[in-house]
């Protein structure tokens, strides 16, 4: 992935975890370190709970499409784990990189009996078995001890800047914040993207 040129990377989750929030905020910090970045957002349902897909493509030289081809993905941030799987499915390789919120989000179908959700266990394996790295990240827990599990996103926010896949640092990120961030959610939300930091460092 070093030197990757376009770096491809997919934010993925289901509707409103505020992973278009992420793309945005990672895409502005990027130009203003001097990057190319295109965004594309994909929508499996226009509706709360529907899966939601952010690719952002990366570059010191140029300006490219807004989708990922398949199978091409640098770089994959979940904010929910079988999301994460079903997008490291059509996107990974055996290089990719994958952090994900270890926290649920359970489909209707699940939620009423008609199918099964897998355990832990299964899936680290198959991130493992299907990625370079994997991280499991217990954001949304990390987010409630803070006070409010919307934080989530700017916890994985954070993880996956202290990941080091990224040709961003954690200042810079946090300038992003400041600039794009109403005074009354600034503190908040620069303490969930610190304790997303501290998680992977910590490993």
Do not use: C
Not at 7 to 31: D, E, F, K, P, R
Request: proline letters at 5%; a negative charge.
């Amino acid at each position: 992935m070093e030197g990757a040129d376009p770096l491809n990377v997919i934010v993925t989750g289901v509707g409103g975890q505020g992973n278009v929030l992420i793309s945005q905020l990672m895409g502005s910090a990027l130009v203003r370190t001097g990057h190319h970045v295109t965004i594309g957002e994909t929508y499996g349902a226009s509706q709360r709970g529907g899966a939601v897909m952010s690719h952002l493509r990366i570059s010191r030289e140029a300006q490219y499409g807004p989708l990922i081809p398949h199978g091409q993905a640098n770089v994959i941030l979940g904010l929910e784990p079988v999301e994460t799987l079903r997008v490291l499915g059509q996107y990974g390789n055996p290089d990719v990189t994958v952090i994900t919120n270890s926290r649920p989000v359970y489909p209707l179908a699940v939620a009423i009996g008609t199918a099964q959700y897998p355990s832990v266990e299964e899936i680290v394996k198959a991130l493992e078995e299907l990625s370079s790295k994997a991280w499991l990240i217990n954001a949304t827990d990390i987010a409630l001890d803070l006070g409010a599990s919307i934080l989530t996103n700017i916890v994985m926010a954070g993880a996956l800047v202290g990941a080091g896949v990224l040709p961003l640092a954690p200042e810079e990120f946090e300038q992003e914040l400041q600039e794009s961030l109403p005074a009354d959610r600034l503190d908040f939300n620069l303490k969930a993207f610190r304790r997303g930091l501290a998680e992977v460092k910590a490993r």
